[in-house]
């Protein structure tokens, strides 16, 4: 999630830079490509930016092997979120999600009149499919599945997933969010949306692609479906600017610089584990570029240590075990808050 309002400008480290490990971005980012495609779009930006958002969306539609009838792009996929949400509240019910997941959008869907069901994580910060799946009842409009999960940086097994979309899917829509699966090596759900008619899944560029201030994601889902959530989004095609546009399609096809990010955000994540393990702080495995741990057993005050050396992190999730999240930064970063901890 966001954790700006975090940032305390009054504690300096030794660069006299806050170093920002609270939201999950890409701290190698944007790609050379990217800021080079910035630069030449500046001058586009008297017209609308239709041409190169729909370049975009059909780029997208195609590694996803899927047609532009099948996406809808948007200024980040946060916005995705709370589209959705509006069109599950089109009729009264309820909504299940996972506790804790990413919920920003779940206060809008409760704003709109749905009723949250919180399906706890089990013992090892899993999904517990099982039961979100005999949560669903005839009220439910949607269910949320984050995979892998934020702020867990844990990843369902894939089958698993497979067979709980496909029978969650029976029965009410299911809203997948993909925003960290490129940090992994599982497989997009994408195949199943061309005989999928109520399964959405939410992408974005603000992750892996290092372009979060340049805001654009994206949904796919199925023909049918897409066309009802398009009535919500009328002249969607004008959702995103032509600069992040252009950014976003420089970097779509630069698989150096995602190969780099995972590759170095691999290492840096090992190095934290390991030494966070040290200190006391127990870490569940993490497939994403944040890591989730316990403060149940370390024996200093970790936000005070955080704020000292000017570190951005987040909060505590579960108070039962004081589960917090960092973000995995360059590797001198994290070698920076190891120093901040010890
Ligand atoms: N989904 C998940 C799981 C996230 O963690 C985030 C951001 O942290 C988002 C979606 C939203 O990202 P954006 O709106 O930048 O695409």
Request: glycine share 6%.
């Amino acid at each position: 999630g966001y954790g700006s309002e975090t940032i305390l400008p009054e504690y300096k480290n030794h660069n006299n830079v806050p170093i920002l490990l609270g939201s999950n971005e890409n701290p190698y980012g944007p790609s050379e490509l990217a800021k080079k495609a910035i630069l030449e779009s500046l001058s586009k930006n008297n017209r609308y930016g239709m041409n190169i958002t729909m370049q975009l969306a059909e780029s997208l539609a195609k590694k996803n092997g899927l047609s532009k009838n099948n996406i809808l792009m948007s200024p980040g996929s946060s916005a995705i979120l709370d589209l959705v949400a509006q069109f599950a509240s089109l009729q009264k019910g309820n909504f299940i999600t996972a506790e804790p997941t990413f919920n920003y959008w779940g206060s809008a869907a409760e704003a709109l009149g749905l009723n949250k069901i919180s399906i706890p994580l089990t013992r090892d910060k899993q999904h517990d499919l099982d039961a979100m799946f005999a949560a669903i009842d005839t009220n439910t409009q949607l269910v949320y599945v984050c995979n892998p999960n934020n702020p867990t940086g844990t990843l369902c097994d894939e089958s698993e997933l497979r067979s709980f979309v496909k029978k969650a899917t029976e029965k009410t829509l299911v809203l997948l969010d993909e925003a960290y699966l490129e940090f992994t090596d599982q497989n997009s759900l994408s195949d199943m949306l061309t005989s999928n008619q109520n399964l959405i899944i939410t992408k974005t560029f603000s992750k892996i692609y290092g372009l979060a201030g340049a805001r654009v994601g994206y949904a796919l889902a199925n023909e049918n479906l897409m066309r009802k959530i398009k009535k919500l989004r009328t002249w969607s095609g004008i959702g995103i600017g032509v600069v992040s546009s252009s950014a976003a399609l420089a970097t779509l096809y630069d698989v150096d610089f995602t190969e780099r990010t995972r590759m170095l955000n691999q290492k840096a994540r090992a190095y934290t584990i390991k030494q966070l393990e040290q200190l006391n702080i127990k870490c569940i495995p993490s497939y994403t570029n944040f890591i989730y741990f316990s403060l149940a057993d370390y024996t200093h005050d970790f936000f005070d240590k955080l704020k000292k050396a000017n570190i951005t992190g987040t909060r505590v999730y579960e108070e039962d075990g004081q589960w917090s999240r960092i973000s995995i930064g360059t590797m001198e970063e994290m070698k920076y808050f190891i120093r901040a901890l010890g």
